[in-house]
């Protein structure tokens, strides 16, 4: 007798487009100028599935990743091993340096505490400079000489805060920067993140740091015709219902039908990262016709119009609009929080 479960097909999805990632990592590569592009990965590659995109990158040239913690570094250890660097951003807690010590991943030293933990162990570090931005990293007045006798930094980076806008705080950090590096001994040098390369190339250095452009995410004008989609979440529609007028949708009656027309019932919800910023303001989409959201969005469930689509029927699957930017707008909610916000249950699917 067969102990082989049968497969249960998903109820939603979402399609990337390995072709998309790749030539998004490859524009902004070309957009450092002299500098090479890295790649941030952390978070599962902003919710996409970090191994995979690794080993796409990978592919593609990217010998440069970035991740949050140790876990982040210890899930792609065996792709990355020998072939590319990874930097640990949030660097190294007393707790973290028995894995570390092993581990080919570098940590990102954030504080003196941290430098004093690292400085004896032999093994190469990064290192963050707080140029503005009063997150992580070391304090440009803190940063002495002979702090760093002995130790091997490859990376000496800082972080933009307000690279998508154009203000003051750039031209500050950057010159923050410049400064500090006149005293941090170093390999390479690394501040720009995805909105930082648009801002040009006094911002490249060595290395730049994408994240959030890589998978589709436009924060200034110049990225707009080099970054494509990558991730479309796609839903079936498990029920059709034929509303009169007067009939109430969903929770809190938030739509209410002035005429009679269906509507499809999609398994998908906030629980799979559509939040309620959605409600009555999303869209989805089939064969080039809109299918507004109708009513609240909620945990499991969302409404879609078909009268646009009217040949729809249970068991069709939609497409929703999850351009990032149209998203955020339709739902105001920021470019990273619906990536990284796409759920687990939603199956991902590389084309």
């Known amino acids: ?46 919710g996409l ?22 876990q982040e570094a210890q899930e792609i250890e065996d792709l990355t091993a020998g072939e590319a660097s990874v930097s640990v951003l949030n660097g190294v807690r007393e707790a973290d340096m028995a894995f570390a010590m092993q581990s080919p991943a570098k940590p990102v030293i954030n504080s003196l ?5 690292w400085k004896t162990s032999g093994k190469p570090c990064d290192m963050m400079i707080n140029s503005g931005m009063n997150r992580l990293g ?30 003051p705080q750039n031209s500050e950090q950057l010159a923050q920067y410049q400064a500090a590096l006149e005293v941090v001994p170093r390999k390479r040098t690394s501040l720009a993140n995805s909105a930082g390369i648009a801002l040009g190339s006094q911002y490249h250095f060595d290395l730049t740091r ?46 209410v039908a002035d005429r009679s027309h269906d509507v499809g019932i999609l398994a998908m919800g906030y629980a799979d990262g559509y939040l309620r910023g959605f409600s009555n303001s999303g869209l989805f989409m089939h064969q080039g016709q809109i299918l507004p959201v109708l009513g609240r969005v909620s945990m499991d469930l969302i409404a879609i119009d078909l009268s ?33 916000g796409l759920g687990n249950r939603l199956a991902r699917q590389w084309t």
């Open 113 to 117: 505490e941290q430098l004093a933990r």
């Open 49 to 70: 599935g970090v191994r995979a995109v690794v080993q796409k990158l990978l592919a593609a040239g990217c010998t440069d990743f970035f991740v949050a913690n140790w």
């Open 308 to 340: 646009n689509a009217t040949h729809l029927k249970e068991g069709d699957w939609v497409d929703c609009e999850y351009d990032l930017r149209a998203a955020s707008s339709q739902s105001g909610l920021s470019q990273y929080e619906l990536i990284t």
């Open 210 to 255: 994408p994240g959030l452009s890589l998978y589709g995410g436009i924060q200034r004008p110049v990225l707009e015709d080099i970054i494509a989609q990558v991730a479309v979440p796609q839903a079936e529609i498990i029920q059709v219902r034929s509303l009169q007028p007067g009939d109430k949708l969903g929770y809190n009656a938030q739509y």
């Open 1 to 46: 007798m067969s102990d082989d479960k049968p497969i249960i097909a998903p109820t939603a999805t979402i399609r990337l487009d390995s072709d998309a990632l790749v030539a998004n990592w490859r524009n902004l590569d070309r957009l450092s100028g002299q500098a090479r592009a890295g790649a941030a990965v952390k978070a599962n590659a902003y």
């Open 138 to 167: 070391i304090n440009v007045e803190d940063l002495k000489a002979g702090l760093f006798d002995g130790m091997a930094i490859d990376v000496a980076m800082s972080h933009l805060a307000s690279a998508d806008e154009d203000g």
